[in-house]
């Protein structure tokens, strides 16, 4: 089993920037993409980034040039830095972790910006 922990979400105004963080414990080896998706109210959820161990990312078009995601593979922690939030980025954000093709997934942080 992977455990995730996310942290990082909050309230912040549009224009300005999060950062989010996910570490993951437990059977950590052999995972291979961690990364982040997110599910706003009424929406099903959605990709927001992904980074493999060799580092190929993968971003939704909504978000190329606004957030990176970024990986410590030694602390076997991911991050996602969001700059120029919009409304429309308000969503839940969850951490995700593929190992042995089995998918494990973070509790969740809430992310909202206010207009």
């Known amino acids: 089993q992977v455990q995730l922990v996310e942290s990082g979400g909050g309230l912040v105004q549009a224009g300005g920037s999060l950062r989010l963080s996910c570490a993951a414990s437990g059977s950590v080896f052999g995972i291979l993409v961690m990364g982040w998706y997110r599910q706003a109210a009424g929406n099903q959820r959605e990709l927001v980034a992904t980074q493999t161990n060799g580092g190929s990312t993968n971003y939704a078009d909504s978000v190329k040039g606004r957030f990176t995601i970024s990986r410590d593979n030694a602390k076997k922690t991911v991050y996602l830095q969001m700059n120029s939030l919009r409304p429309e980025d308000t969503a839940v954000y969850y951490c995700?972790?593929?190992?042995?093709?089995?998918?494990?997934w973070g509790q969740g942080t809430q992310v909202t910006v206010s207009s």
């Open positions: 995700t972790a593929r190992r042995f093709g089995t998918d494990y």
